[in-house]
């Protein structure tokens, strides 16, 4: 479904024919591409492909949605508990996480990428400070002090700092949090050029939490020095992705200056990750341009984009997995649904 060829793309006007027609997030989708063992990552369209399995990855993710979700029903409760006992039974005995998991619920015998194990650090520290029932909230800070995290990517560090984040919120001098955002922050460093400040050669996935880990450092750490550096890089990033007066994120294949825009496909988690950046930088600074930021990425779900197509399915809460130069990838897996679902939470919270 196309919005009309008429509709106006200039960020103050959506705003006024849009924003009041966001729709809520909801959790049909994600249910069923729940069973017992886990979230299945990838559908065929809304059907669950069970031959790709489970990853830690969208089951961290779905747990950090679950444990946001304002009074969450009795049945996302029951989910919680299921992504959660995943991530669990994902950490190896010395501390690691494993990212792959059958459709028999074999594990894979390799440790998972770096971003996986940050952003299980992530999940975890969510579920110690947001876990809807007080178990819940023992077992996420038990799984991230079980955890010694490294890595040289700034990315996988930004996943980690925003779990440290969260536990440092419950308990401020936990020690162990307190070096992985000190241990983060080093590798997360700007350049000394104002024309291209991101600390990589190029944009590549999730951009937003770069500049969101930097405001979480400096907030919790009381360093204005960070906060400072993370509103000047997530507005670097905003005039970036946003060149035509709406969204155009960077797509799968990243982008660097001098290639092409819009590119294509455009991935949700980017949204995603800018929405959660901005709503923290409204938090933190109270500049109404932030709050602004976050209903725009939410319209970007429902038509403010480069094809001007609904991603978002607001009678299941699925969405497609790509923006694409024809349309969109009406296949709609877990990483997508978790993202849009991300986002409208944040919406919700703003009416």
Known sequence: MDLPRSADTSLGRLDMSLRRDLPEPRFLHLSRMTDHRGLWEHSRYTTPRFEHGYCTDDNARALIVIARQPDPSPQLIAMARIYLNFIRDAQRPDGHFINRRSSSGAWSTHVGSDDSQGRALWAAGTAARRGPEPWMRSAGLQIFEKCNFRSPSPRAHA?????????????????????????????????????????????????????????????????????????????????????????????????????????????????????????????????????????????????????????????????????????????????????????????ATLR
């Open 159 to 347: 996943f980690a700092m925003l779990g440290a984040g969260e536990v440092l919120e419950v308990l401020p001098e936990h020690g162990h949090a307190q070096g992985l955002l000190e241990q983060g922050v080093s590798r997360l460093i700007m350049r000394n050029d104002p024309h291209w400040p991101w600390p990589e050669e190029r944009l590549a996935y999730d951009n937003a939490r770069i500049p969101e880990a930097l405001l979480v450092a400096g907030s919790i750490l009381s360093n204005e020095a960070l906060v400072a550096a993370g509103i000047t890089l997530l507005e670097w990033l905003v005039s970036a992705e946003a060149p035509r007066g709406h969204f155009s994120f960077t797509p799968a294949g990243g982008w660097t200056r001098g290639e092409p825009r819009p590119g294509f496909d455009q991935q949700p988690v980017e949204a995603a990750a800018m929405a959660d950046a901005c709503m923290r930088a409204w938090h933190l600074t109270g500049d109404q341009r932030w709050r602004d930021y976050v209903g725009r990425v939410a319209e970007w779900f429902i038509g403010a984009n480069d094809r001007r197509a609904l991603l978002y399915d607001p009678l299941t809460g699925g969405c497609g997995d790509g923006l694409m130069p024809d349309g969109i990838n009406q296949n709609q897996g877990a990483e997508s649904t978790l993202a849009a679902l991300a986002v409208l939470q944040h919406a």
